[in-house]
């Protein structure tokens, strides 16, 4: 029975109890229990008035709630970490404690189309001195899943892995990355980062999944290590010339977990005390990654052409398998670059020559937001004796 119901039914009672004919007044109404039902239909009455209250403190909340779901901005915040251990047996190397990267992921929604992305590194260097550097700032344009443009300074989409990994270690099974894929002041052979923009989204393909990327930026330098070390080209360019990069994907529905990808990047270098030269990069992957199974397959071929010089080609390719048991993945890798010792790029820099080995190591995530690696490289190199270095690393996501 509702309150308004009780409430008139009360009223009815206590009026029919006072038209009583007085033919009985012998049985006449108890004046202390008249008072009962008075103070009883008070009640009723207040109830009846904090239900049509909490009405419309109920469609308040809803309307609030409304507000605060279409405000913007929205920022979330994520940091990533790693802390290792290097024993190796290189020339002038010795074993150390390893603080990693400090990694600062921040985004912030403007708008249902419009957001930002930042990402910052607080990292020592090899002289123990911090800095502090943005990898990557993009305003982002998304307005269908169709066409997404960024700008700002972009991982590039060369291959998968610069693509997919980041600076969080945590999540990438390994502890780095392969030799060849590192960062530009790690002495790694690809444009990792980028200035200007970077066109994305998927093509109309039903089943097969296709996806294209096309990015135009400054490009990258090509100095002495001791001159500089190759930074990314935020400010200004050394050229006038503009690197672009064309890649598609494919992820049939078929096959679950696979992704396919083909890709070219052209650019146009002008490295100290060498003539200007093109520079082609022909990249492609092949990633299976569903349920415990990971098997990253990735493969490079870049052309150096300079004026006056014939062209001159460098094969790379890193592979990786990993499976997950529980807590524990195993897993190892196989990395391999030739460059031709007669190319006057990679002489700049000191990259010729002749690059491969294996890894192996293991995995175990002992929570869900950290986990602790072990790995042991091999590396074959011209001109050196063999490489082994075993590492050991916490990381962790925060």
Not at 30 to 48: G, I, P
Not at 155 to 182: E, I, K
Not at 211 to 220: A, D, K, L, P
Not at 381 to 397: I, K, P, S, V
């Given at each position: 029975m509702t309150a308004k119901l009780r409430a008139h039914w009360v009223l009815s009672a206590f009026a029919a109890a006072l038209a009583l004919p007085l033919?009985?007044?012998?049985?006449?109404?108890?004046?202390?229990?008249?008072?009962?039902?008075?103070?009883?239909?008070?009640?009723?009455?207040?109830?009846?008035?904090?239900?049509?209250?909490?009405?419309?403190?109920?469609?308040?909340?809803a309307n609030a709630f409304e507000a605060v779901k279409d405000a913007?901005?929205?920022?979330?915040?994520?940091?990533?970490?790693?802390?290792?251990?290097?024993?190796?047996?290189?020339?002038g190397?010795?074993?150390?404690?390893?603080?990693?990267?400090?990694?600062?992921?921040?985004?912030?929604?403007?708008?249902?189309?419009?957001?930002?992305?930042?990402?910052?590194?607080?990292?020592?260097?090899?002289?123990?001195?911090?800095?502090?550097e943005v990898e990557r700032l993009l305003l982002q344009y998304h307005p269908s899943d169709y066409f997404h443009i960024d700008f700002g300074r972009?991982?590039?989409?060369?291959?998968?892995?610069?693509?997919a990994y980041h600076h969080g270690t945590w999540?990438?099974?390994?502890?780095?990355?392969?030799?060849?894929?590192?960062?530009?002041?790690?002495?790694?052979?690809?444009?990792?980062?980028?200035?200007g923009f970077t066109a994305s989204g998927d093509i109309p393909s039903g089943k097969l999944g296709l996806r294209y990327t096309v990015e135009v930026g400054n490009g990258r330098p090509f100095h002495k290590p001791d001159t500089g070390n190759n930074p990314v080209l935020s400010i200004s360019d050394d050229n006038e010339y503009k690197a672009v990069n064309v890649a598609f994907t494919a992820r049939p529905e078929c096959l679950p977990g696979l992704q396919l990808g083909v890709g070219l990047y052209h650019d146009t270098l002008t490295p100290e005390d060498t003539p200007r030269t093109d520079e082609e990069m022909f990249h492609a992957h092949v990633v299976y990654k569903q349920g415990n199974w990971e098997l990253l397959n990735e493969g490079y071929l870049v052309r150096h052409k300079t004026r006056g010089d014939q062209a001159h080609w460098t094969p790379a390719f890193f592979n990786q398998v990993a499976y997950k048991f529980g807590k524990f993945t195993p897993y190892a890798r196989f990395s391999y670059i030739h460059a031709p010792l007669v190319d006057q790029v990679w002489t700049v820099i000191g990259a010729n020559g002749l690059r491969y080995g294996p890894g192996v190591g293991l995995r175990y995530d002992f929570t869900n937001?950290?986990?602790?690696?072990?790995?042991?490289?091999?590396?074959?190199?011209?001109?050196?004796?063999?490489?082994?270095?075993?590492t050991l690393q916490a990381a962790f996501t925060f």
């Amino acid at each position: 029975m509702t309150a308004k119901l009780r409430a008139h039914w009360v009223l009815s009672a206590f009026a029919a109890a006072l038209a009583l004919p007085l033919s009985v007044a012998a049985q006449t109404v108890d004046a202390e229990y008249v008072q009962k039902l008075l103070k009883r239909v008070e009640q009723l009455e207040s109830e009846v008035k904090e239900l049509k209250g909490g009405a419309a403190s109920a469609s308040s909340a809803a309307n609030a709630f409304e507000a605060v779901k279409d405000a913007f901005p929205r920022v979330s915040f994520h940091g990533f970490g790693d802390v290792d251990y290097r024993i190796n047996n290189r020339v002038g190397e010795k074993n150390s404690f390893v603080l990693g990267q400090l990694d600062f992921f921040i985004t912030s929604k403007l708008s249902d189309t419009v957001s930002i992305l930042n990402e910052t590194v607080v990292e020592a260097n090899e002289h123990n001195n911090f800095g502090i550097e943005v990898e990557r700032l993009l305003l982002q344009y998304h307005p269908s899943d169709y066409f997404h443009i960024d700008f700002g300074r972009y991982h590039t989409g060369v291959g998968y892995y610069n693509t997919a990994y980041h600076h969080g270690t945590w999540f990438q099974t390994a502890t780095g990355r392969p030799s060849f894929l590192d960062f530009e002041d790690g002495g790694g052979l690809i444009p990792a980062h980028n200035v200007g923009f970077t066109a994305s989204g998927d093509i109309p393909s039903g089943k097969l999944g296709l996806r294209y990327t096309v990015e135009v930026g400054n490009g990258r330098p090509f100095h002495k290590p001791d001159t500089g070390n190759n930074p990314v080209l935020s400010i200004s360019d050394d050229n006038e010339y503009k690197a672009v990069n064309v890649a598609f994907t494919a992820r049939p529905e078929c096959l679950p977990g696979l992704q396919l990808g083909v890709g070219l990047y052209h650019d146009t270098l002008t490295p100290e005390d060498t003539p200007r030269t093109d520079e082609e990069m022909f990249h492609a992957h092949v990633v299976y990654k569903q349920g415990n199974w990971e098997l990253l397959n990735e493969g490079y071929l870049v052309r150096h052409k300079t004026r006056g010089d014939q062209a001159h080609w460098t094969p790379a390719f890193f592979n990786q398998v990993a499976y997950k048991f529980g807590k524990f993945t195993p897993y190892a890798r196989f990395s391999y670059i030739h460059a031709p010792l007669v190319d006057q790029v990679w002489t700049v820099i000191g990259a010729n020559g002749l690059r491969y080995g294996p890894g192996v190591g293991l995995r175990y995530d002992f929570t869900n937001l950290a986990a602790f690696k072990v790995q042991y490289d091999h590396q074959i190199e011209t001109g050196q004796r063999d490489a082994n270095e075993l590492t050991l690393q916490a990381a962790f996501t925060f």
